[in-house]
DNA sequence: TGGAGGGCTGACCCAGCGTCAGGGTCAAGC
DNA sequence: GCTTGACCCTGACGCTGGGTCAGCCCTCCA
């Protein structure tokens, strides 16, 4: 009597559509006629338009069966929750929205606001756009790390840069990373870290503990030192005096120098 | 230096999420150490969390990689066309939140309000829940096959319903469905229903184009006759008087009904 | 008798991973 | 030297809701 094609067209929907509803169970599998047709009555056209009415008001197919079979106030129950699913999955989408936005109106890929503004104050230095770029990345990092420390860690690094001593490196550490690494005005610059650091300790600015873990620090200092000879230089020269590290530096105490010595 | 499950954990991402990004050629496969252990480094740290804050912002992985690459106004008219698609997703959900709503309301599956309305009457008028889902039953399918006529059709029914004889006929139906076959007061039905039927052809209420195809007019008939022995009576009863039909009811003119009896 | 227009099953495809299964590797503790 | 537990590897299936072949069968009409 009703062929597929001709019940799925009384429901508007294809044929495929009905044939997943049947291997879902959604749909009972009809009698077949005696060349293996699916053949269909009045009933199966009702049940596959309250399908449809279910799964077109956004109810997912697995619960369309129970909510079928459900009586009034199941009904409701599981409309209601499914409106909820609805509700998160709209706000979800909203908040994507708002996201791109702010990418869209910053093509600041991945980095916060205060820290385009510091760059760009690097940049107002002078400071070459090639190391503003290794800078942009470890911050990167470093923000995907301790979202919520970002701006006061930037803060941080903006009251530095009021040391005039501070803006005399910046203006040339981008230049010296390239110099051979024999050259003797690295000394210089070791001295005026040095000088850096001394400050930072004497203010009681070192050894506080920033939220960043170990070896992330490990892998911002490797970071550093594989980009070029000159920065590899400058730090063996500050181990040399006793100063540890880069991203997060500190002072090695005198009597730990030794025994971190390796045993020759 | 840099597995592949801190790598992840940096980015804030799942190992198996960065596998995937290997497999779609997002990030690139990185050096194997001797095992075939994956090790990274930082910029494939940068990569990973740009990766992820563009899909966080709604960007299609398929399109992430095109972005990344993209100059300034590339990137602006990407993201762009990506919140057009997200604006268009979100009203395809408060659509469905506003269909779930009316189903929450009426609880009435795939029929609009007014057939409601119109069942609700034959409710009134004291008929049996057992025929008032059959003619449920018979709507819902009228309604999806005419969803812009369905209110004009169930119109014409309500005035219909004016008529006593009409009511008088619904009163009684569902119970006939129930009699024997050669129950004598079955005839008397058919009287009431040619009356009725004679009087809805002198009116010109017949033959009009309902916009129902024929094949489904058959549909509803034969699910009719199907439901009872006493309905299929019925219909033969006027059969004989030349009259053809249920759901669309028609007279056979006189010298047709010869002509239509099956060769002998 | 052949072609058109159905119908049938089985299988792959989309996105973005989650989640086994069935291994190998590495560092630490006994 | 052996075990244990934590990682790593590849490969494959699963989810949603069907779309889209492919290859074959069935029926009807000219």
């Known amino acids: 009597m009703l062929t597929i094609s001709r019940l799925a067209a009384y429901a508007g929907v294809t044929v495929r559509a009905v044939r997943h509803y049947h291997q879902i169970g959604l749909l009972p599998e009809p009698e077949r006629d005696r060349s293996g047709y699916r053949i269909y009555d009045a009933a199966a056209v009702v049940r596959l338009i309250r399908i449809r009415s279910l799964a077109d008001a956004g109810v997912p197919l697995a619960r369309v069966q129970e909510l079928l079979g459900a009586g009034p106030e199941e009904f409701a129950g599981g409309v209601q929750e499914i409106d909820k699913d609805l509700r998160a999955e709209i706000r979800r989408l909203q908040d994507t929205r708002r996201r791109l936005a702010r990418l869209a109106a910053g093509e600041h890929l991945a980095l916060p606001q205060s820290v385009v503004d510091y760059l760009d104050r690097l940049r107002g230095l002078g400071v070459e756009e090639r190391y503003i770029e290794m800078e942009r990345d470890a911050w ?125």
Chains 1, 2 share one sequence.
């Open 140 to 264: 990167i990092m470093i923000a995907a790390q301790v979202p919520h420390r970002i701006d006061a860690v930037i803060a941080k690094k903006h009251e530095e840069l009021d040391d005039p001593d501070m803006v005399k490196l910046y203006g040339i550490l981008d230049e010296a990373l390239d110099w051979p690494v024999d050259d003797l005005r690295m000394v210089e610059i070791a001295d005026l870290l040095e000088r850096l650091m001394i400050r930072a300790v004497e203010a009681g600015e070192v050894g506080g503990d920033d939220g960043i873990d170990d070896q992330f620090v490990d892998l911002l200092d490797s970071t550093m030192v594989e980009s070029s000879p000159g920065a590899a230089r400058l730090l063996a020269i500050l181990e040399e005096r006793g100063w540890k590290g880069w991203t997060r530096i500190e002072r090695v105490p005198a009597d730990r120098l030794d025994t971190e010595l390796p045993p020759s």
